[in-house]
């Protein structure tokens, strides 16, 4: 049979083509080891590090009455420690009206009656010790209320009495509580204290550090931000065309491509080649017809050749070129596949390492653990997503890492539609704020809803196996509420 007359046309010979099976797997053909299709699936939650919180007040205030004696007992020496630096001065009693004589007289305010003073002593208290004023190493000894704690006053010749002025004690106590955010009501059995909702809230919002486990070498904790900001930087580079088929391409359109994708997806799961593989595939194909016409002949020969490609570069046991020249029924020949492969590859100029949506997948699921998310579950339920978006022509107009980002978006709003699907993880490791994400998780959330009525099944079937948890059959929310793209 001629090779012209083995060739029929892309739409003709799809479902003859596309859809034949490897028959001779069990009859002995020898075939690359089987591989699992997911291989960053974890189910450890990375639970965000939490600020403890102390036990017990760092400071104690105690209020006192210093009232000056009528006459000065015998000095005694002065033991107390430095405060602000500067020994405490003393006071000393001029004769028996007792007028006090303070060595910074401008610090204070003046007083009408100088036989009673009021001193407020903070004491700083540690654990299960009692620390009376006078052993205190660290206290401040105020004249009145307005005085700074640096200019304080110890004197050998003031009492220290228990305090009886009810006014000077609510207005101490008022402003502890307002420091140590302590309120003087008392809070409702069986809810939750007012406090500590707002240490909630400040633990949930607080930046996860996600390269700190320096025991596994594959997440390269020591320079993974190095790493992912070049991949931000080339993916620029990296992208092809976004309006190719309407400025290059003449006798293939949206669709041709579209199927072409989907069988791909067949193809990776019959011979278990790694989710990398597909990426880089599509990646190849759309790079090479942002630049080069191509006919729908040989349309699927672009396809194998460069599934080929991306399987040298990702897998172990790369499938060899005459089973790629099986799965398309022999349409094509071995050396006719291996031609196009150095075509593609000298229009490429060999650059082979392109970030993909995958590529950043795998940061942003860590970025986004969290102990409410069931996280097998979570992972696949972003790459689901994620690979819908490689069937969809026009998701070329978004960068690899803002589809990354807003599958991330969307699976957590799939999954707890009730809680806000970004924080300030999130925001730090994928460089994108809610408010970036709104068009294209909108374009996303339109293909899940769509999928199911879909002519395009790979995808769905795909996922709609248990070892991918069924992700597939999730109930998609019919729209999302744009408070969620709040910043």
Request: proline share 5%; glycine share 2%.
């Amino acid at each position: 049979m001629s090779t012209q007359n083995r060739r029929s046309s892309f739409s003709s010979s799809t479902a003859s083509s596309m859809a034949k099976r490897h028959p001779s797997l069990s009859s002995g053909k020898s075939k690359a080891k089987k591989r699992e299709p997911l291989t960053n699936l974890t189910n450890q939650n990375q639970v965000a590090s939490r600020n403890s919180v102390p036990s017990s007040a760092s400071v104690a205030c105690s209020t006192k009455v210093a009232k000056t004696k009528k006459e000065p007992p015998a000095r005694t020496t002065n033991t107390r420690s430095k405060i602000c630096g500067n020994k405490l001065p003393v006071l000393q009693n001029v004769n028996s009206s007792a007028v006090v004589v303070v060595p910074k007289a401008s610090s204070l305010p003046q007083r009408k009656e100088a036989s009673t003073t009021v001193a407020t002593v903070c004491v700083p208290v540690k654990n299960n010790l009692d620390v009376s004023p006078s052993e205190s190493d660290d206290m401040s000894v105020s004249m009145d209320e307005t005085m700074s704690s640096c200019d304080s006053i110890k004197s050998p010749d003031v009492e220290y009495l228990d305090n009886t002025d009810i006014s000077a004690v609510e207005s101490i106590q008022r402003k502890a509580f307002s420091n140590l955010n302590i309120s003087d009501t008392a809070e409702p059995e069986g809810k939750i204290c007012s406090r500590d909702l707002v240490i909630g809230l400040q633990r949930e919002d607080k930046i996860v550090n996600i390269d700190n486990i320096y025991s596994d070498p594959q997440l390269c904790a020591t320079y993974a931000c190095d790493i992912y900001q070049h991949l931000h930087a080339s993916e620029e580079k990296k992208r092809p065309s976004i309006d190719f088929m309407e400025t290059i391409q003449k006798d293939i359109n949206v669709s041709m491509r579209a199927i072409l994708v989907d069988w791909l997806v067949e193809v990776t799961e019959e011979y278990r080649l790694v989710p990398e593989t597909l990426y880089l595939t599509v990646n190849y194909i759309d790079r090479y017809l942002s630049g080069n016409t191509m006919t729908r002949q040989r349309l699927q020969l672009l396809g194998v050749a460069c599934m080929m490609i991306a399987s040298k570069y990702e897998e172990i046991c790369a499938p060899q070129v005459e089973e790629f020249c099986y799965i398309t029924d022999n349409t094509y020949l071995k050396e006719e596949v291996l031609q196009m492969e150095s075509a593609i590859l000298n229009y490429l100029q060999f650059e082979m390492t392109a970030p993909t949506v995958k590529c950043f997948l795998r940061r942003f699921v860590r970025a986004a653990q969290d102990y409410r998310l069931p996280s097998l579950q979570f992972e696949c339920l972003t790459n689901y997503i994620a690979e819908l978006s490689l069937l969809e022509y026009s998701m070329l107009c978004y960068r690899p890492s803002l589809i990354a980002a807003s599958a991330i978006f969307l699976a957590k709003f799939i999954i707890l539609p009730s809680k806000k699907p970004w924080n300030s993880t999130l925001q730090r490791y994928t460089l994108y704020r809610p408010s970036d994400l709104s068009a294209c998780v909108k374009d996303l959330h339109g293909l899940c809803c769509k999928n199911h009525d879909s002519n395009l099944p790979a995808v769905r079937e795909k996922y709609s196996q248990h070892k991918y948890k069924y992700v597939a059959n999730k109930s998609i929310p019919p729209s999302i509420p744009q408070a969620a793209f709040q910043n």
